[in-house]
């Protein structure tokens, strides 16, 4: 686990190895514990603009000693997965805008309001809250319907943002993104307790029914 | 209670009695709520004049780091809240660069605000460069000549003036969109810059 004192000092130390100044967005964990949601995080997800930019960031991370480790041992057999460096029990999950099956969208950039700027090169803009349980449907690990559920019992939500940002996805081409996240929150709703208005379900499916009877006319 | 539940709820300034009231518990209890959020760094204490503690409870302070904003309301007479939180870490940011972030954030009272670091800007060669990066030459040049008239500024070096000023073909151009006064003709016509205050703006510089 990694605090924020502790991961402020590593981003530091990666800045001060960066080459160029390079925009990265945080998601997961790193940005729950600069919105305040939690004290530690197993891992620091962070999604660039482009591959020049991680490529950069990697150069850094791996002169300070991390090594690269296989993302199917943490998310499976699944498509854009992130390019993964551990040290001891810090990791770096590196993604190129495509979040496994979500895509962090312009509108996702325009809500990440926070900027924290580390050294002169390295500016981390900090996910909304709402796009952070998009982002966390998209990874799905065991620990995240935890984390989705500490941000819903936190603030209050905004359906509606999610709901558009799911549409918006499929604008973008990501086909599952309203059926992934209406059964991502059905989870949470059945099997953890939470409360999310049924109404948004129903919305989410409706949207769901839409596209198989519009594939099938097709 | 969960740590972020109390720091939702305690989030702002407060007193031991107003910790007591919003908690619903005794001074005894409510020492202790605010010396746990202490020890994770989140209370920064201060002393009224009757020596009164009032405690600063947010999770800036746990972040640490330096925002352009407090910069400007160190210098500035004209306090501003933060809109946005933009933090620096690792470095100091300098006054030339808050001046620059400043113009760039377009908001009146931030620029108002702003005024007051031509107090203490020196360095206008880094000042030139940031500007010029940022293509906002012209909008520093007016904004020292107005600076210059409510308070008392360091020279800004012939170089930069000359470099910065325009020629009569340049378009004018808003520091604050859609916003200009009638008040500073001279120097906008100078700078072709329209500048957005009011002499009333600048009273509480005086």
């Keep these: 686990m990694i605090t924020i004192d502790q991961q402020q000092k590593l981003l530091l130390n990666v800045a001060r190895r960066l080459t160029k100044k390079i925009n990265v967005y945080a998601i997961g964990g790193t940005a729950m514990m600069f919105l305040g949601f939690k004290d530690a995080t197993l891992d620091i997800d962070l999604v660039f603009e482009n591959k020049k930019d991680r490529d950069i960031f990697k150069e850094a991370v791996k002169s300070l000693g991390y090594l690269e480790m296989d993302a199917i041992k943490v998310y499976g057999v699944k498509r854009n997965t992130p390019e993964m460096f551990k040290l001891n029990d810090e990791r770096f999950d590196l993604f190129v805008v495509e979040v496994i099956d979500f895509i962090f969208s312009d509108t996702m950039r325009q809500r990440a309001e926070q900027i924290h700027q580390f050294g002169d090169n390295l500016i981390l803009k900090i996910a909304n809250s709402h796009d952070i349980i998009l982002m966390k449907c998209a990874t799905d690990r065991i620990k995240d319907k935890d984390d989705a559920r500490k941000i819903i019992n936190s603030i209050k939500i905004n359906w509606d943002v999610i709901i558009t940002e799911a549409k918006k996805q499929m604008e973008l081409?990501?086909?599952?993104?309203?059926?992934?996240?209406?059964?991502?929150?059905?989870?949470?709703?059945?099997?953890?307790?939470?409360d999310i208005p049924q109404e948004v379900l129903d919305k989410l499916f409706l949207i769901v029914e839409k596209q198989a009877k519009d594939k099938i006319s097709k | 209670m969960e740590k972020r539940e109390l720091l939702q709820k305690l989030a702002g300034i407060q007193t031991i009695e107003s910790v007591m009231d919003i908690l619903k518990v005794d001074k005894r209890m409510a020492i202790y709520y605010i010396h746990s959020l202490r020890r994770d760094g989140y209370v920064k204490t201060r002393r009224q004049s009757n020596n009164r503690r009032v405690y600063n409870i947010s999770l800036d302070n746990k972040l640490g780091g330096k925002s352009y904003y407090d910069i400007i309301n160190f210098y500035s007479p004209i306090k501003i809240s933060t809109p946005i939180i933009h933090k620096i870490y690792g470095r100091e940011p300098s006054l030339e660069e808050t001046l620059i972030f400043a113009i760039k954030t377009k908001s009146l009272r931030t620029i108002l605000a702003s005024l007051a670091l031509f107090k203490k800007i020196n360095n206008w060669v880094e000042l030139y460069n940031l500007a010029k990066e940022n293509h906002i030459e012209r909008q520093v040049g007016a904004l020292y000549d107005l600076a210059r008239l409510v308070m008392k500024v360091r020279r800004m070096t012939n170089k930069y003036r000359n470099n910065a000023l325009p020629n009569k073909e340049y378009q004018f151009d808003f520091l604050v969109p859609e916003l200009r006064s009638k008040d500073f003709n001279e120097i906008e016509n100078i700078w072709r810059i329209y500048l957005p205050f009011n002499k009333k703006d600048l009273e509480e510089y005086k």
């Design chain 1, 173 to 194: 081409g990501k086909e599952r993104a309203a059926f992934d996240l209406g059964c991502f929150l059905e989870d949470l709703k059945t099997k953890m307790n939470i």
